[in-house]
């Protein structure tokens, strides 16, 4: 759950409440019109209280679910990245495994 407001009352168990500094890019979207959070975004801030397997496996599933592409996590990577924010450097990670696993050999070996 994302919220802006830092209130300090009891959450329910389970549930990682993410206090957002960077609030560029909070504005609900609107799916099947329900306000959810941006996907691109929450890619994002998953990396802050989550392992990379685990942003991976939400990057996985948005690629194929085509809520999001590759490149539009790498924009949103670049438009929240900056020194000391929590999430992008496990999204950076992710996305440049990624990159690796896509691309071809440099040779191939021959038997």
């Known amino acids: 759950m994302t919220t ?6 009891a959450h329910p168990e389970g549930v990682v ?8 890019g909070l504005t609900p ?3 099947e019109g329900v306000p959810v959070a941006n996907p691109r ?4 801030d998953l990396g802050a209280s989550y392992s ?5 496996a939400a990057l996985e599933t948005l690629v194929v679910s085509r809520l999001v592409t590759v490149a539009g996590a790498r924009a949103a990577l670049a438009r929240h990245a900056r020194p000391g924010r929590s999430g992008a450097g496990v999204l950076r990670r992710v996305l440049d495994d990624w ?5 071809v050999p440099d040779s191939e ?3």
């Open 4 to 9: 802006t407001k830092r209130s300090r009352g």
């Open 17 to 24: 409440v993410h206090h957002p500094i960077d609030l560029v």
């Open 29 to 31: 979207v609107r799916r």
């Open 41 to 44: 975004r929450t890619l994002v």
């Open 52 to 56: 990379g397997a685990a942003v991976e």
């Open 99 to 103: 990159a690796l696993a896509d691309s």
């Open 109 to 111: 070996v021959v038997p």
